[in-house]
């Protein structure tokens, strides 16, 4: 990137920015270019020669200038006369940047800006690479039939800034959807579709989630995306690390939905509780035990390989997981329903009812949503054990399987913000009707504080089963395998999101900066039924080092599947 100097990178980055939402994308093109072509110097090249230096068609950047100067981002004026008068000169107008930047803060000047972001952008020397590219490439006619080695059309360029944008540490995408993307490149939504499969094509992004989660404590409608940090495209720019495999059995399935599919079983064999909540908890069991069908059964005890360490164990801890369910789900019965979206899973459990009895949701919208969840609780169950130093404990052996890993009084203080939002409360106070059997000579304020911290308690406690199903699953065997090795200890790791059709396999990723080209390695997990009783202990695990092939890449969910390339694309470092 030394190329271009670093005021003009400052430029950049910031007109890119803070331009309005309305420019084309050809004017954001443009304006790239002539900024890394004359910075605040003036010209009075021609249309004929600026077209020539700028890469674009004559009579199309006569508009694209036009459009530049109605948004006073670039000045046109005339200072000569005589035979000159007519010659127009253009520039940059800082002005239009300086007023750009008051409206997002008085007191901070462009230079601080970029200095600041640099910092705070995870990709950012990537990001600019992407800007030096887009300053460098010449708009063709052509639409996206590039061989994977040539440069990328403009579009895709545009489209992959934005979205290295929202990149952090292990190239994961969140918070941006095509509404965003269209705001900030100025193409129409076709051209961002265009752009994200031609990116998934040649191997830059390795995953594409899809779903929606939208209640009062997570509000997620966007896809999640992967960034392919380690591409040749970044040349000396790239990342890499060690990718770890967790390979489940066949009847294994993403915890957020085998919990989806027992709570639909619940809601059909269990009706409403009488208000003294006397039916016995263990005949319950038994009814929704009745109801699961043998691959319902085979899928929990699939997923439970960590409660299951003996043959005579396999009925008493479904039984034991199913009761777990049902105490959970009747105490989030208890919250207010009435609003519709009593907890983080609700909304998109009674979606499977809907889907069942009235055809409303699609089966296929439902996947995607609790896929999405899945997804969200994974990055956020690393995100906990980083955050409270849990990760040493666990290490050190004082946390095994038959512990949680993740507690109230470890994790309360983190998990919280995450949870309820501000108008939680609001909702309760202006709506009498969700404070059930209300004492007349009570004082309101009591009873609203006492069904506020019930609620809470019933949510967080859910949140915290949901939690540790998950790091026992992935994250414990992960930590165990690797207890020993002195390059992943201490580091930070993240679960790679995954797709419905990946339920099979668990990716975890550790950045490493002293490797030059990524490593894979697989986890043995220990088979799920033991002949005795016993603990598991660090040597049940085995690391296999592997080279996958683009096949297994794609089937472990570290490439989509509308990858074209060959493996010389994404894991070879280039001068």
């Known amino acids: 990137m030394d190329e271009m100097t670093e005021e003009h990178k400052q430029l950049i980055f910031n007109f890119n ?37 700028i890469g674009v068609q004559h009579k199309k950047l006569k508009l694209v200038l036009e459009e530049l100067s109605g948004f006073e981002i670039l000045e046109f004026s005339y200072p000569e006369t005589g035979r000159r008068a007519r010659v127009r000169t253009i520039q940059l107008n800082l002005d239009y940047l300086n007023l750009l930047l008051s409206k997002v803060n008085q007191h901070e000047t462009s230079h601080h800006r970029y200095v600041r972001l640099k910092r705070a952008i995870k990709q950012f020397d990537l ?49 941006i959807g095509t509404t965003q993307l269209v705001a900030k490149t100025g193409l129409n939504k076709q051209a961002i579709f265009d752009s994200i499969y031609f990116l998934k094509k040649i191997g830059l992004l390795r995953v594409h989630v899809h ?9 997620n409608i966007t896809p999640t995306y992967v960034l392919n940090l380690s591409h040749t495209f970044w040349g000396n720019h790239a990342r890499y690390g060690r990718f770890y495999i967790l390979e489940a059995s066949e009847r294994h399935h993403f915890e957020i939905k085998m919990i989806a ?29 009745k109801g699961l069908d043998s691959d319902k059964i085979n899928i929990i005890s699939g997923t439970m390989i960590e409660r299951i360490q003996s043959s005579s164990q396999v009925q008493e801890t479904i039984s034991s997981f199913i009761k777990e369910c049902l105490i959970h789900y009747l105490q ?42 899945q997804c969200y609780f994974e990055s956020w169950c690393c995100r906990l054990l980083d955050q409270r130093g849990l990760r040493q404990h666990i290490l050190q052996g004082s946390l095994l399987y038959g512990v949680d890993i993740l507690n109230r009084t470890t994790i309360e203080k983190d998990i919280y913000p995450f949870v309820f939002q501000e108008k939680y409360r609001l909702e309760l106070i202006t709506n009498p009707d969700l404070i059930r059997n209300s004492d007349p000579d009570a004082d309101i304020q009591i009873q609203i504080q006492k069904l506020e911290k019930q609620e809470q308690r019933f949510i967080l406690e859910f949140l915290l089963f949901c939690l540790n199903l998950i ?20 580091k930070f790791f993240q679960i790679i999101p995954k797709v419905e059709s990946q339920k099979m396999y668990s990716c975890i990723y550790v950045p490493d900066s002293t490797l030059t080209k990524d490593e894979f390695f697989l986890i043995d997990i220990p088979h799920p039924i033991r002949g005795k009783e016993e603990e598991y202990s660090n040597e ?36």
């Open 211 to 219: 779903g929606t989660i939208n209640n009062k404590f997570i509000k």
């Open 261 to 289: 599919d027992i709570f639909t079983v619940i809601s059909e064999q269990v009706q409403p509780l009488d208000s003294d909540n006397s039916r016995d908890l263990n005949h319950l069991t038994t009814l929704v035990l």
């Open 17 to 53: 920015e803070l331009s309005p939402h309305r420019l084309s994308s050809y004017a954001r093109l443009v304006l790239i270019k002539f900024i890394s072509l004359f910075g605040t110097q003036k010209t009075n090249d021609s249309l004929l020669e600026l077209s020539e230096k």
């Open 540 to 575: 049940d695990y085995l690391l296999k080092f592997i080279e996958p092939s683009v096949d297994d890449m794609k089937k472990y969910g570290l490439l989509d599947q509308f990858y074209t390339g060959g493996t010389e694309l994404l894991n070879k470092k280039v001068a």
């Open 471 to 490: 790091a026992k699953n992935q994250i414990l065997p992960f930590l165990k395998s690797t207890r020993r090795l002195s390059h992943v200890a201490g």
């Open 332 to 373: 989030l019965q208890q919250c207010h329903q009435e609003q519709g979206d009593l907890t983080v899973f609700a909304k998109v459990f009674k979606q499977a009812l809907i889907n069942k009895k009235k055809q409303h949701i699609k089966l296929n919208d439902l996947d995607s949503n609790l896929t999405m969840m």
């Open 127 to 175: 990001l600019m690479l992407i800007l030096i590219k887009l300053s460098q490439v010449r708009v063709t006619t052509k639409k996206f039939d590039l061989l994977p080695e040539q440069k990328l059309d403009f579009r895709v360029l545009l489209t992959l800034s934005n979205l290295t944008r929202s990149c952090d540490a292990y190239g994961v995408i969140r918070n």
